[in-house]
């Protein structure tokens, strides 16, 4: 997979960077500067092409995931994860996913498939559409959780769907609203505000 690695400080926190659609590794490293410049950075380009535009995993239209590649792509993206921590020597724990859209949604994934791993996340724009039936346990998962009025993508019942998926599974949830399907300086800021008052 392609991926930058910006070290910044020795045993900081680490933010691994997921894109959305179309976009690559780079992407959202400027919002990681305005969260914390102390905080390193690993920037991750989806691997899957759509259109040729980069992904994370498959679908077979909008909102309609491709769940048997979710599930491949999403263990094949923690491994990655798994294995730069090492490289990098940094905990997998002490990362903070930030995600926008289709980067988002994969971070979901492996929050849901690797309870215990993640415990900070900023998901600008996600969207999960299913029933899960494990009751995974997120009480010490903190998340900061950017939604869509009028999203043409992200009907606002599948925001509030990604709402009770974590707090019914005891994260503390902080939400901010944004107009359409968009990551705006404003809610980028309110993020840092969320980061600033997260526990360290």
Same mark, same amino acid.
């Given at each position: 997979?392609?991926?930058?690695?910006?070290?910044?400080?020795?045993?900081?926190?680490?933010?691994?960077?997921?894109?959305?659609?179309?976009?690559?590794?780079?992407?959202?490293?400027?919002?990681?500067?305005?969260?914390?410049?102390?905080?390193?950075?690993?920037?991750?380009?989806?691997?899957?092409?759509?259109?040729?535009?980069?992904?994370?995993?498959?679908?077979?239209? &909008?909102? !309609?995931?491709?769940?048997?590649?979710?599930? #491949?792509?999403?263990?094949?993206?923690?491994?990655? @994860? $798994?294995?730069? %921590?090492?490289?990098?020597?940094?905990?997998?724990?002490?990362?903070?996913?930030?995600?926008?859209?289709?980067?988002?949604?994969?971070?979901?994934?492996?929050?849901?498939?690797?309870?215990?791993?993640?415990?900070?996340?900023?998901?600008?724009?996600?969207?999960?559409?299913?029933?899960?039936? &494990?009751? !995974?346990?997120?009480?010490?998962?903190?998340? #900061?959780?950017?939604?869509?009025?009028?999203?043409? @993508? $992200?009907?606002? %019942?599948?925001?509030?769907?990604?709402?009770?998926?974590?707090?019914?599974?005891?994260?503390?949830?902080?939400?901010?609203?944004?107009?359409?399907?968009?990551?705006?300086?404003?809610?980028?800021?309110?993020?840092?505000?969320?980061?600033?008052?997260?526990?360290?």
């Amino acid at each position: 997979m392609n991926y930058l690695y910006n070290e910044k400080k020795k045993g900081a926190p680490v933010f691994v960077l997921l894109h959305g659609t179309g976009g690559t590794e780079t992407d959202l490293v400027s919002l990681a500067e305005l969260l914390h410049p102390d905080y390193n950075v690993l920037g991750i380009r989806g691997n899957v092409q759509e259109n040729g535009m980069n992904r994370f995993f498959k679908r077979h239209g &909008e909102g !309609q995931y491709d769940w048997e590649d979710l599930e #491949f792509r999403g263990n094949e993206l923690y491994e990655f @994860i $798994v294995k730069k %921590s090492k490289e990098y020597d940094f905990k997998p724990e002490d990362a903070i996913l930030v995600g926008f859209s289709n980067g988002s949604n994969i971070a979901i994934h492996m929050m849901l498939k690797q309870p215990g791993t993640f415990k900070k996340a900023a998901l600008f724009a996600p969207l999960y559409p299913a029933d899960i039936a &494990e009751t !995974q346990d997120f009480s010490d998962v903190e998340v #900061f959780l950017s939604l869509g009025e009028d999203d043409p @993508i $992200v009907p606002e %019942s599948e925001s509030k769907r990604v709402i009770r998926l974590f707090e019914e599974r005891g994260a503390l949830v902080t939400t901010a609203w944004v107009t359409g399907h968009s990551l705006t300086q404003e809610v980028a800021l309110q993020a840092k505000n969320w980061l600033d008052s997260t526990h360290n």
